[in-house]
């Protein structure tokens, strides 16, 4: 195993088609020259097209695998996809912070999948908000971030983490996302490359970022150049599911 190469951890569920979840992070990371671990929280049944079925990972069993690993490798950056609830992405964080404060955490909250499965309910917000606290960016769409936000403010950050606000479903101004910062709002729109929709692609997104962070780009730089990597990524083939370069 290289030395040069920095460590990052996915904590996602396992899609067999490839295209989300921790096989689409790993050949992100892969394509980022940054060596990979992988945690399944969840197996699942889908295709490109049609999510059928899923079995989640106990949560105890996550644990003691973010154990092992932590007490073996010096992990970087901790990207984070479905999990059960939010009583288990807490627990899963205070883990993470606990055994490397340094580590940073990058969460991708997929609620829902594309067919309108739901993976996780947010009924405590007040936990929400202290689970936050713990974790240096999340990527949600527009219609997570009103879930997650319900009084979410386009012109201000008056929430306790990162935010990558994702334009692929903002019908006012397609393709752009909006980074929201403690003291700092930014625009990143896109390039005039033809890209089509795929599944999975914030799963690429958010695991982009976060090997740009294991690779100590900041954050403003982290997001730029995965905004480079996903336009790469949705271009790539005019099908759902797309294929990985740099």
Not at 53 to 59: F, K, L, N, P, S
Not at 70 to 97: C, E, H, M
Not at 102 to 111: G, N, S, T
């Amino acid at each position: 195993m290289s030395t040069n190469r920095p460590f990052a951890l996915t904590i996602a569920g396992l899609d067999p088609s490839g295209g989300a979840g921790i096989l689409a992070d790993i050949k992100t990371f892969e394509q980022h020259k940054v060596t990979g671990f992988a945690i399944s929280t969840a197996n699942t049944i889908q295709t490109e097209n049609q999510f059928y079925e899923i079995e989640w990972t106990d949560v105890n069993f996550i644990i003691r695998s973010i154990e092992t690993l932590f007490s073996n490798y010096k992990i970087a950056v901790v990207k984070i996809g479905i999990v059960a609830s939010l009583q288990d992405l807490n627990r899963i964080i205070l883990t993470i912070k606990l055994l490397s404060p340094a580590a940073k955490i990058v969460w991708d909250p997929v609620l829902k999948s594309t067919t309108k499965f739901e993976f996780m309910t947010i009924d405590d917000h007040s936990n929400l908000n202290k689970i936050l606290a713990e974790i240096d960016l999340i990527t949600p769409n527009y219609h997570e971030a009103k879930i997650l936000f319900p009084d979410f403010s386009s012109k201000e950050n008056k929430f306790s983490t990162s935010i990558l606000l994702k334009g692929g479903h903002n019908k006012k101004a397609l393709g752009t996302d909006t980074l929201f910062l403690e003291d700092e709002i930014l625009e990143l729109l896109p390039s005039n490359q033809k890209c089509s929709e795929k599944h999975g692609s914030g799963c690429v997104l958010s695991s982009a970022i976060a090997s740009n962070l294991a690779l100590n780009q900041t954050m403003i730089e982290a997001c730029k150049n995965a905004k480079i990597y996903i336009e790469n990524y949705l271009s790539s083939t005019s099908t759902l599911i797309g294929y990985h370069y740099v």
